[in-house]
Every structure is written in C-alpha cells, then in structure tokens.
C-alpha cells in the first residue's frame, strides 16, 4: 500500500487551490464555495460513512471534465492550470467553481478527496466512473474502509483548516 501523510498532502492541496484561485483571480471572491464545502465534507463522512459522504459530494458533482482538469492538477499532470489564462473557457468554468453558487465547490471538494484516496491506495479515480469503482472496492472491505476513513478524515480536517486559513470572505489571503 503506497505510503500517504494525510497532514503533509493537505498542505500540498490547500496551497494548490490558493495558487489556482490567485491565477484565476479577476475582481472575482473566489474560493468561499471551496471553503464551505471543506467545513461541511468532514462532518458529512464522520456521520454518513466516507464512501456516502463522499456519493453525496460525488453526485452534486456536474462537469466531468472539470473534475478530470482540477484532479490532474492536485496530482501536477495538467499543465493547462499552470497558466489559468491560457483558455478563457477554462478559466471561466474554473472560476465558475471557485466563486459560483451553491452548487459550487463540490467538484473541488470531490476532485481532492479522490485524490486523497489514490495516495492512500494506488487505486485509478482518474474520472468519476472509476472513483464510483474504488469507493464499490473500498466498501467491501470494512476493516480497510474503517482505515482509509480514519486517513481521509485527518486529511480533510486539516484541508479545512488550511483552506479556512488561505481564503478570508472569498478572497485569498
């Protein structure tokens, strides 16, 4: 199993978002959705379970492509993030999520808890279909889910806090 520190990952996330939102900042607040999706996740999973938490969060979870795009750059293989300006339709669907609605945050809430379980488990979450696949796998197996809860809960708890910490009313800090 690869070896995954809930702690230092989240650091590693939460300073990635902070980047991205900065790079797609026009006069827009972004991030509030992103912060009041980190303070929600973590209770849902302690109450419902990680793999229905983590359904719920999946199922709010509406543009597959943005899904892809922000899980590629939390694990740095999108390139097209780096420069957030290179395509306005992207920067728009990104800062869409950033700073939308309601509905907003939960594909980055998702896209880096999914990340969170490929470090702790190797497994491929690389579009919904195969996080769907995982978080099947993960629930068959009580004593490995009750492990990997354990991991995912640490991770976002202290996601929370960094993000809490990163972002002030929308706007990064």
Do not use: W
């Not at 097209?80 to 339709?89: A, I, V």
């Not at 999914?114 to 629930?139: P, Q």
């Amino acid at each position: 199993m690869p070896v995954f520190n809930p702690i230092d990952e989240a650091f590693t996330v939460a300073l990635k978002l902070k980047d991205l939102a900065e790079k797609c900042q026009e006069n827009n607040k972004l991030g509030e959705p992103i912060a009041k999706k980190a303070k929600e996740l973590p209770g849902l999973i302690a109450t419902a379970g990680l793999v229905p938490g983590l359904a719920f969060y999946l199922s709010k979870t509406e543009n597959e492509a943005l899904y892809k795009t922000i899980l590629e750059y939390l694990q740095g293989t999108n390139p097209l993030l780096q420069n957030c300006s290179q395509t306005q339709e992207l920067k728009n669907t990104i800062v869409n999520e950033l700073g939308g609605g309601e509905k907003s945050g939960y594909t980055t809430l998702t896209a880096a808890t999914a990340h969170a379980i490929h470090l702790a488990t190797g497994k491929d979450v690389s579009d919904k279909k195969k996080l769907v696949e995982t978080l099947k796998c993960i629930k068959q197996e009580i004593t490995r889910e009750a492990v990997l809860e354990a991991q995912v809960l640490e991770y976002l708890q202290e996601l929370k806090k960094l993000i809490t910490a990163l972002f002030e009313e929308g706007e990064p800090k």
